[in-house]
């Protein structure tokens, strides 16, 4: 059974950090891109990182600079550091391996002004 178990949401300030952590089970994602998405209250799911096999990445334009997606295929993880928050970026974070319809249930950030 697959599973996708994010965590490492929270209350933060503007200006500060978070780092979102998505841990894999029931399948290998170190062959696979992944993904970072996030859903704002009453707006669709919006993609905001994406990682491939190789490390490449790839940014909204929203949090370029500010965001870095990170893997570490030994703990079957992937990471999202967060710098530089704002109250824009508030949302539900979810991950997703790309191609696949699997989703975890997502980890809330709020960011307060």
């Known amino acids: 059974q697959v599973q996708l178990v994010e965590s490492g949401g929270g209350l933060a300030q503007a200006g500060g950090s978070l780092r979102l952590s998505c841990a894999a089970s029931?399948?290998?994602?170190?062959?696979?891109?992944m993904a970072w998405y996030r859903q704002a209250p009453g707006k669709e799911r919006d993609s905001v990182a994406v990682?491939?096999?190789?490390?490449?990445?790839n940014y909204r334009d929203s949090v370029k600079g500010r965001f870095t997606i990170s893997r570490d295929n030994g703990k079957n993880t992937v990471y999202l550091q967060m710098n530089s928050l704002t109250p824009e970026d508030t949302a539900v974070y979810f991950c997703?391996?790309?191609?696949?319809?699997?989703w975890g249930k997502g980890t809330l950030v709020t960011v307060s002004s």
């Open positions: 029931g399948i290998s994602v170190s062959d696979k891109s």
């Open positions: 990682i491939g096999t190789f490390g490449n990445t």
């Open positions: 997703k391996i790309v191609g696949m319809n699997y």
